[in-house]
């Protein structure tokens, strides 16, 4: 199946500093990426949607100047928490999607565990 | 609003037996539901995908139904072993993007 990589896996930052995390589809090209948040023992919420070359769409109560998003590419989806805050603490994963491809598997990225101490 | 539930939330089962993972979904307005295994601190492996056109799915020990009028899937798994512990989450997509369930941390003894 396709695959999909997520770097890093784990991080720990200082309050106030930025954290980039990538997403690559390695094998398939994602014109669309999906971010999505993970509190413990919850769920997975969306974060934002990004479309190749174009500006990413946020969910209701995301901020979008918190949580940069950029896909300049059809293989690379970066999200960048600026000004990271201990309630930023999550674990953050990435899917990617082929073009109108809505009936095939989605396939996720290995997650990204964020602690801001 | 699409919402997905499931249920139960968690489950604790000795190993050998046969168990039944639910999920509803309130609009029955989708592309297809994807079952996923997460391992604590870890991504998302898919499990099975089923098209809004299919009743169900199988791969090995796992069976997948899906009744779309209803907004019902259920997740079989046959004999189950510890290696199956882990939180089960279904998805559904009604557009681009999945819709998520809470999921069922199912914990198998040995």
């Known amino acids: 199946g396709a695959v999909v990589s997520q770097h890093p896996s784990w991080v720990i930052c200082k309050s106030g500093t930025s954290v980039k995390i990538e997403c690559r589809s390695l094998d398939f090209q994602a014109t669309t990426m999906f971010w999505y948040r993970q509190f413990p023992k919850q769920s997975l919420m969306l974060m934002a949607t990004?479309?190749?070359?174009?500006?990413?769409?946020?969910e209701q109560g995301v901020e979008k100047d918190k949580f940069l998003i950029n896909h300049a590419s059809l293989t690379l989806s970066t999200l960048t928490v600026t000004s990271a805050h201990p309630e930023d603490s999550s674990f953050y994963i990435c899917?990617?999607?082929?073009?109108?491809?809505?009936?095939?598997?989605?396939?996720f990225g290995q997650g990204t565990r964020l602690t801001v101490v | 609003k699409q919402e997905v539930t499931q249920i139960p939330a968690a489950l604790s089962v000795p190993e050998g037996e046969n168990l039944v993972l639910n999920c509803s979904f309130t609009?029955?307005?989708?592309?297809?539901l994807q079952w996923f295994r997460q391992d604590p601190g870890k991504g998302l492996t898919s499990l099975l995908l089923?098209?809004?056109?299919?009743r169900e799915q199988t791969s090995g020990r796992l069976n997948a139904s899906l009744d779309k009028s209803s907004g019902r899937s259920t997740l079989y798994i046959a004999a189950s072993q510890p290696g199956d512990s882990a939180t089960y989450l279904c998805?559904?997509?009604?557009?681009?993007?999945?819709?998520f369930g809470p999921g069922t941390r199912l914990s198998v003894l040995p």
């Open positions: 899917s990617g999607l082929s073009a109108g491809d809505m009936n095939t598997e989605a396939f």
């Open positions: 609009d029955s307005a989708i592309y297809n």
């Open positions: 089923i098209q809004s056109s299919q």
């Open positions: 998805a559904v997509r009604p557009g681009q993007n999945f819709v």
């Open positions: 990004s479309n190749e070359g174009s500006k990413a769409t946020y």
